[in-house]
T-cell receptor, first 116, second 112 residues
Framework: GAVVSQHPSWVICKSGTSVKIECRSL??????MFWYRQFPKQSLMLMAT?????????EQGVEKDKFLINHASLTLSTLTVTSAHPEDSSFYIC????????????FGPGTRLTVL | KQEVTQIPAALSVPEGENLVLNCSFT??????LQWFRQDPGKGLTSLLL?????REQTSGRLNASLDKSSGRSTLYIAASQPGDSATYLC???????????FGKGITLSVRP
């Protein structure tokens, strides 16, 4: 099946620093990728939809200046958490849409962010 | 606004038992519904996807049903095994390019 990778799988950083997370579709091109955040025992919450070559669409309540998304190529989207704070500690998961018609969404393995 | 509910939040069963996981959604105008499995600290693995025109899908010991009119889906797991222990998430989609709306998941523990 299709593979979506994320890097890094986990990261620990100090408060105030910025962290970049990469999401790659390894064997298909994805014009659309999604970024989700998942807190413990909670459902995945969509943060933004990333479209190749255009600005990301953010969900209500998600600060676009804090969570910078860049979808510069058909196989790579990045999420940068700027000036991270402890409350940003979470599990971040990306997914990529593949195909035409009944488009299938493939998920990455997630990135655990811990902000000290 | 679509809301997806999965109750109970956790379930513990002995090995070998057949079980049903429930999912309900408030807006019946869906494009498809998907069941995922998530192991602790891991991403999501798609188990079954049911298009709005379908009533059920089967894969091995898993069977998912969809009743759009009542806003319900069930995931049936036959002859459960300890390896089935994981969190099972239900998600619905309003359109082909729409976002997935997830439930909080049901954490299943199958006791040897």
């Amino acid at each position: 099946g299709a593979v979506v990778s994320q890097h890094p799988s986990w990261v620990i950083c100090k408060s105030g620093t910025s962290v970049k997370i990469e999401c790659r579709s390894l064997d298909f091109q994805a014009t659309t990728m999604f970024w989700y955040r998942q807190f413990p025992k909670q459902s995945l919450m969509l943060m933004a939809t990333s479209n190749e070559g255009s600005k990301a669409t953010y969900e209500q309540g998600v600060e676009k200046d804090k969570f910078l998304i860049n979808h510069a190529s058909l196989t790579l989207s990045t999420l940068t958490v700027t000036s991270a704070h402890p409350e940003d500690s979470s599990f971040y998961i990306c997914s990529a849409l593949r195909g035409e018609g009944h488009r299938t969404q493939y998920f990455g393995p997630g990135t655990r962010l811990t902000v000290l | 606004k679509q809301e997806v509910t999965q109750i109970p939040a956790a379930l513990s069963v002995p090995e070998g038992e057949n079980l049903v996981l429930n999912c309900s959604f408030t807006d019946s105008a869906i494009y498809n519904l998907q069941w995922f499995r998530q192991d602790p600290g891991k991403g999501l693995t798609s188990l079954l996807l049911i298009q709005s025109s379908q009533r059920e899908q089967t894969s091995g010991r898993l069977n998912a049903s969809l009743d759009k009119s009542s806003g319900r889906s069930t995931l049936y797991i036959a002859a459960s095994q300890p390896g089935d222990s994981a969190t099972y998430l239900c998600a619905v989609k309003a359109g082909a390019n729409s976002k997935l709306t997830f439930g909080k998941g049901i954490t299943l523990s199958v006791r040897p």
